[in-house]
């Protein structure tokens, strides 16, 4: 008689939409994958999401993915949520949202960033307690900012969540985070996924739970993993009571549980499904991929999504400003650095000039097809401000534009300021590692290019000519939520999530090889930058005039400052 295939779930819950894979466990064949979109709202830096239409989205996309997959229900047997980092998530006393979420990409918070960056000892005090250093984008931040604009909403929240905990809250009843995401809120307070110990320093390394270096997913039990790892200083400055946010497993593949009756009935499967922890976006790309302590470690990746990151699984963790020091779900370290402006800016860059995406040349080449000789046009695409470096006000910026300059240049300069500006968070990470960028055996090292820009010619061929690496290109599309599917699988059968993606396969791909890096056309970006960024730092007339921050607020923080999303 056969045996019934056992199928898990992997859900990315992303900016734009939620996107859930039907995966077998075994062999790690994508069966089908359902999707449905997320509407953002906002303007002025407001960037906000209804997380109720998240859990909407979820039943949709797991549902058509079950469906299209052809197999029984009874066949699900594990479930796990990746999600958008940072969001802040308020639960009033029904254990619903109190407002929208306020979103990674939402810079309001920026002056409370700053604030907060100067107490506790400044940067290396909190880079010593959480392993970065506040900017907008972290959650600390929004949960000020909330405080501050809205102190009766504030004063009513029971409930403290990032996006992936309210939906694990939903399938489960439990309240859990992880380690991979709550690193990304400025008040966890161990920077690893270490399940023993403080803060650990930038010489430290990572070990498994019986001191051998083993993956060790541990089981859910809330009262052996309580509040304890987030910092009670940080969490008394900002005036967050411990006992409003969720228990922290030891890893993104930990048992929680099963799904609740309602959320059985939601989604049309058993009750008997096994809920892992899940964690954010970014650490279960790199599950995806393969990266961690059973698989690459120190290998570069390149996210081209409506941000852009840069990360790698790594064994120690680097302190620097410039860098989230994340951890990463299977007890290793995710050192991360993100741009707000990638793919979504650059397509609007598309729109305004009437072209279509590919329809592109190298800003360099100028007016009438001449060369670059050192002129041609600049785009520095900061049309959500900017994290990296840490220009939260900044606008876009266009220069070089001639009489004969043809739309294409500009669109193509779009690309590279976007580009340029990922790249150039990519070196400081490698070098922040103890790795030196231009070295051989680090520069042949092939760069991962992952997300949805990587399925377009241009941003390829842009970032392989800026980078001057050897690009993989990974096959498989949904690389958060195929991560998300193998710590389920760990959740039920306590295999290491990044030794199943290593088997399954999913970070192989077309291998391109290297070009000569296109120095002339980094220079270029380079010096536009640099001259342009103490006008960037400057609030608007329209900014001061709103009260988003005023003139005395403006601080000049050192370029670099990231974590995704």
């Known amino acids: 008689m056969p045996t019934r295939r056992s199928v898990v779930i992997g859900v990315d819950s992303s900016t734009q939409s939620t996107k859930a894979v039907a995966v077998d466990a075994d062999t790690g064949e994508l069966l089908a994958v359902g999707r449905a979109p997320h509407t953002v709202t906002g303007a002025a830096g407001a960037r906000e999401s209804d997380p109720e239409e998240w859990w909407t989205a979820l039943v949709t996309a797991v549902r058509a993915a079950v469906r299209d997959a052809g197999v029984p229900a009874g066949a699900v047997t594990g479930i796990a949520v990746a999600g958008q980092q940072h969001g802040l998530v308020t639960l009033g006393a029904d254990g619903r949202p109190l407002r929208p979420a306020l979103l990674w990409n939402d810079t309001r918070s920026a002056p409370q960033a700053a604030a907060l960056a100067t107490r506790l000892g400044g940067p290396a005090g909190w880079l010593e307690r959480t392993g970065s250093v506040p900017v907008a984008s972290m959650t600390a931040a929004k949960w000020q900012w909330l405080r501050e604009h809205e102190p009766r909403r504030a004063e009513a929240v029971r409930g403290v969540r990032l996006p992936h905990d309210h939906l694990t809250e939903r ?285 377009g010619r241009a941003w390829t061929e842009t970032v392989r000519r800026l980078s001057g690496r050897p690009l993989v290109v990974p096959a498989a599309d949904e690389l958060v939520a195929l991560g998300a599917a193998a710590l ?30 296109d120095e002339e056309t980094w220079n270029r970006i380079a010096g536009v930058l640099s001259a342009a960024t103490p006008t960037l730092l400057s609030p608007t007339v329209e900014e001061v005039g709103q009260g988003r921050r005023s003139e005395a607020d403006v601080v000049e923080v050192d370029a670099a400052a990231l974590a995704d999303g």
């Open 171 to 455: 399938l489960t009843g439990i309240a859990v985070t992880d380690p991979g995401d709550a690193s990304g809120t400025c008040w966890y307070g161990r920077g690893a996924g270490a399940r023993g110990g403080g803060v650990t320093g930038a010489e430290d390394e990572v070990t498994g739970a019986d001191g051998s270096g083993a993956y060790d997913p541990g089981a859910y039990d809330p009262g052996a993993y309580d509040r304890g790892a987030y910092d009670p200083e940080i969490l008394d400055l900002i005036g967050l009571d411990p006992a409003l946010l969720p228990t922290v497993a030891p890893g993104g593949a930990s048992r929680v549980g099963t799904l609740t009756a309602a959320a059985a009935e939601a989604l049309g499967l058993p009750r008997t499904v096994v809920v892992a922890a899940g964690t954010g976006d970014n650490m279960a790309a790199a599950v995806g991929l393969g990266l961690g302590g059973a698989g690459l470690l120190d290998h570069p990746v390149v996210s081209l999504g409506t941000s852009g990151t840069v990360f790698a699984a790594t064994r120690a963790r680097p302190a620097d400003p410039g860098l989230a020091g994340f951890a990463a779900t299977d007890g290793t370290y995710l050192p991360l650095g993100c741009t707000l402006n990638c793919t979504l800016a650059v397509d609007r860059f598309a729109t305004l000039l009437g072209l279509d995406r590919e329809d592109v040349s190298p800003g360099g080449s100028g007016g009438s097809g001449g060369g670059g000789g050192g002129g041609g046009v600049v785009v520095l695409p900061y049309l959500d401000g900017e994290r990296t470096p840490d220009l939260p006000h900044a606008a876009g910026l266009v220069t070089g534009l001639r009489h004969g300059t043809d739309p294409r240049s500009i669109l193509g300069a779009a690309y590279e300021g976007a580009a340029f500006t990922v790249l150039r968070a990519l070196d400081h990470l490698l070098a922040a590692c103890g790795l030196d960028p231009a070295a051989p055996d680090v520069r042949d090292r092939p760069l991962r290019l992952i997300g949805g820009g990587a399925r």
């Open 488 to 517: 389920a699988a760990g959740a039920v059968t306590g295999a290491d999530p990044v030794a199943l993606t290593t088997a399954w396969g999913t970070g192989a791909g077309e291998i391109l090889p290297a070009v000569g890096r």
